[in-house]
Structure formats: structure tokens, C-alpha cells
């Protein structure tokens, strides 16, 4: 990671509809992340929010699944996949 970058993770699960808002609020800040990943814990339609980060950032986007663990198991899965 570049000093000055920061790595997002994101936990979600079920339907997320906040969830596409979510990705575009983080592709249009100023600080553009170095990598987002998004943890699938159980999302009805994973393959619309793979299409949806991969349009917005590119090979910088990241969706790992979690087997519907729980928030802290997903957010310790991102952890444990960031670089």
C-alpha cells in the first residue's frame, strides 16, 4: 500500500440495497482507494455487485465469500485478504 492510500472493506449480506450507492460514494472521493473489497457474507445477487465494482474500480475490486460467518468473521477475512 502507497502511503497517503487506504484499502476499503466492506461486509454485506442479504439484499444490501445501500450497497451500490455504497461503491459509487467510494469511486467518487477524492482519495481514490487502492483496493475495495467486498465481503460476501451471504448477498442475494453477488454477480450484479461483482459486474458493479468491477466497473467502478477496475482489478482494484475484490469480492471474497465468507459462508455467512457473521460481521466480524467477514471483516477479519478482508483483513486477512488485503495487501
Same mark, same amino acid.
Given at each position: 500500500m502507497n502511503p497517503g492510500s487506504v484499502d476499503v472493506i466492506? +461486509? @454485506?449480506r442479504g439484499p444490501?440495497?445501500?450497497l451500490p450507492q455504497s461503491l459509487s460514494s467510494i469511486a467518487a472521493q477524492s482519495l481514490k +482507494? @487502492?483496493?475495495v473489497t467486498l465481503v460476501d457474507d451471504?448477498?442475494?445477487k453477488p454477480e450484479e455487485i461483482q459486474k458493479l465494482g468491477a466497473k467502478l474500480f477496475g482489478d482494484r475490486f475484490r469480492l471474497l465469500k465468507?459462508?455467512?460467518r457473521g460481521i466480524s468473521a467477514a471483516l477479519n477475512t478482508g483483513i486477512q485478504n488485503s495487501a
Open positions: 466492506i +461486509p @454485506a444490501a440495497p445501500w +482507494p @487502492a483496493a451471504g448477498l442475494e465468507n459462508q455467512g
